[in-house]
């Protein structure tokens, strides 16, 4: 075998400089401002509901540093507070710092809001693959049980859900995944149909491939970049969603302050003080716009037709 | 189950055919139109020899790529026997059959969209190792570069990824691919056509050059007449699901039996332009007939210059036999006339 080098003509050994996929759409995404911007914010949330949910530290990491208060200690003297240094956001109904609180339902909001696309990823991924790599009847019963499934309103058969398994966290979880996960289902299995035919599936095939590693290598490598770009909207979608849920009532109990239960309780006073509706409706806003923003710049970096 | 292994192999040693078609058919249903069907491949037998060069050429749509992927088994055949090597292909299933791949391999048509581009071009090429568990890790990685260079490519760019190569590049690194399991016979369906001419040279030269080297016997799939002249020693002509000619190179060219094989030669331009100028090209009245509902009789009567139709053309379908020069076949009522 050895003998065989310089068999083939020389060619052309100038490859430019090795970038990685991953690489390259880094690059194209930086690009996008709104779409840093939008990652900017969302780190700041991040880091904004890390602290005030920090172990060791009771009432939260802003509580110790004197930048917010105690998101659950009433202050029945102090109530429906302007904004002052004190609190920066003000009180709410029961004098607890409004500021402490919107920080601390940060934490509820995205842990709701992320959590959920890997319980979506997991429903609506496989249901998709599973019809789009088997094809047939397969596909026909699984994509049959997704359009039923969709033909339902989302926030009605979320209601359902969570009255059926009681309101706490969990059930919101479990509801926001067993009602999402139609979207993706139909986006994989079009992926996969597409990538199904590809002419590298049918080499890695006549290359001893099994149908296992078929699937791991090739089908889910290469169906990625739309489904984190869907997920990524869907993010938003959630948050929105458990604020409507939490806003109805039917979702994290107080004195829990997730984005929506801090709606619901300012709604009451909003006359007497818009400000605690305006605050953690802000922070839904801002929330939902970022995670936009962030899955309009993956969808344009992540698109290999996309050249640098 | 060694012993029972072995005892066909050395039988078929002396068979000097490697691979036997024997009366495939591939229909595609038309899903809601009651039993009709897209009729690929219509009936087609052919034989491969050891180490020769089998041209196949027709126009598109004839059912070329198909028959590459019957004979490849990456497509069940409707009706009809593949056999490779004395065993019969066509009803394996599951790990039996990707036995049989270490034997044949496939070079596709299209560089950009054979090579997933999610994978470096290391781990392209060492797929089919750790598929066959070819040897132990250092030694995958050691065989991975000396596939690139057989090719022709430079052994550290294997972690380099498929669009940062050109075209001709990709080509190479699917012939590496192919090669990575040391088989006997390899398919090139359209392997050249999507590549530029002077890339195209290089790398058919590249394929005689492992051919020599390894005693690879191809089935060569063109739409161009002038690239499978040079590289075959015997060409199958195909027309609308069926093979309609075959011959050693030389006879199809010099002494063309079926009407068809005639209008395709004349259809090649001279690279001289005195004659080329007066040449008088066959063309051929209308379009490829729908491979759903092909003619009666002989499927090319109504296209061709010589048929009796209505009359025995229209409605005897000929049979591929001996015509011509020795080895030659033509599926002609007038064979050689014209």
Not at chain 2, 110 to 136: C, H, K
Not at chain 2, 163 to 186: C, K, T, Y
Not at chain 2, 217 to 231: E, K, M, N, S, W
Request: proline residues 7%.
């Amino acid at each position: 075998m050895a003998t065989a080098i310089g068999i083939a003509q020389p060619v052309d050994w100038d490859v430019p400089e090795q970038t990685g996929l991953w690489k390259d759409a880094w690059i194209r995404f930086r690009r996008n401002r709104l779409a840093v911007a939008g990652l900017v914010v969302v780190i700041i949330l991040v880091v904004m509901a890390f602290g005030a949910r920090l172990p060791g530290t009771p009432g939260g990491l802003w509580k110790i540093l004197h930048l917010a208060g105690d998101p659950f200690t009433q202050d029945v003297t102090n109530t429906y507070a302007l904004p002052s240094l004190q609190h920066p956001m003000g009180t709410d109904i029961l004098g607890r710092d409004l500021m402490a609180r919107v920080f601390y339902g940060a934490s509820i909001s995205l842990t709701i809001g992320i959590v959920v696309q890997f319980l979506i990823l997991f429903i609506g991924g496989s249901i998709g693959m599973a019809a789009g790599y088997f094809g047939g009847w397969i596909d026909n019963l699984l994509m049959r049980f997704t359009d039923i499934m969709f033909a339902f309103p989302d926030l009605l058969l979320v209601l359902v859900f969570v009255a059926a398994f009681g309101p706490s966290f969990w059930s919101i979880f479990i509801a926001l995944g067993l009602v999402y996960w139609t979207n993706l289902a139909r986006l994989v299995r079009g992926q996969v149909l597409s990538i199904k035919e590809k002419e590298y599936v049918e080499a890695a095939i006549m290359t001893g491939t099994s149908p296992l590693k078929l699937i791991w290598k090739h089908l889910v490598p290469n169906s990625l970049g739309p489904v984190i770009v869907t997920l990524t909207f869907g993010i938003p979608a959630a948050i929105f969603t458990e604020a409507a849920l939490s806003f109805l009532g039917i979702g994290i109990r107080p004195p829990e302050p997730s984005w929506g239960v801090m709606i619901e309780d300012g709604y009451a006073g909003i006359f007497a003080d818009p400000l605690q509706v305006i605050f953690p409706a802000i922070a839904v806003a801002f929330t939902m716009l970022s995670f936009t923003f962030i899955g309009d710049g993956l969808r344009d970096a992540l698109d290999p037709r996309m050249k640098r | 189950m060694q012993a029972t292994e072995k005892a066909p192999v050395t039988s078929v040693k002396a068979d000097p055919v490697l691979l036997r078609v024997q009366g495939a058919f591939k229909h595609f249903p038309i899903s809601g139109l009651g039993g009709l069907s897209v009729r690929a491949v219509d009936g087609v037998d052919l034989e491969i020899r050891r180490g020769e060069t089998l041209g196949l050429v027709g126009e598109s749509g004839c059912g070329k790529s198909t028959l590459a992927r019957l004979i490849t088994a990456l497509l069940p055949v409707t009706a009809g026997k593949i056999i490779l090597d004395g065993q019969d292909i066509t009803r394996l299933r599951g790990r039996k059959l990707r036995r049989v791949r270490r034997k044949m391999q496939m070079i596709f048509q299209d560089p950009f969209a054979s090579l997933d581009p999610r994978m470096t071009v290391g781990g392209i090429l060492q797929e089919p190792l750790d598929n066959f568990g070819i040897g132990s890790g250092s030694d995958r990685t050691r065989r991975v570069q000396e596939l690139l260079r057989l090719v022709g490519l430079n052994p550290n760019f294997n972690n380099r990824y498929p669009h940062e190569f050109s075209g001709g590049q990709r080509q190479r690194i699917g012939i590496a691919r192919a090669l990575a399991v040391n088989p006997s016979f390899i398919v090139c369906d359209e392997a050249v056509s999507a590549l530029d001419v002077s890339i195209q040279a290089q790398i058919i030269n590249l394929l005689q050059d492992l051919q020599n080297e390894f005693n690879l016997t191809y089935l060569f799939i063109a739409h161009d007449l002038a690239v499978v002249r040079h590289l075959s020693d015997r060409i199958a002509v195909m027309y609308l699901g069926k093979v309609v000619e075959t011959a050693d190179r030389n006879d199809i060219y010099d002494r063309p039996q079926h009407p068809y094989t005639k209008a395709l030669l004349s259809s090649i331009p001279v690279p001289d332009p005195v004659v080329e100028r007066d040449r008088a090209p066959i063309s051929l009245k209308g379009e490829i007939p729908s491979p759903v509902n092909p003619p009666s009789g002989c499927r090319f009567h109504p296209r061709c210059p010589i048929a009796r139709a209505p009359g025995v053309c229209s409605e005897v379908e000929p049979l591929l036999e001996p015509h011509g020069a020795r080895d030659q076949s033509a599926a002609c009522h007038f064979a050689g006339q014209a």
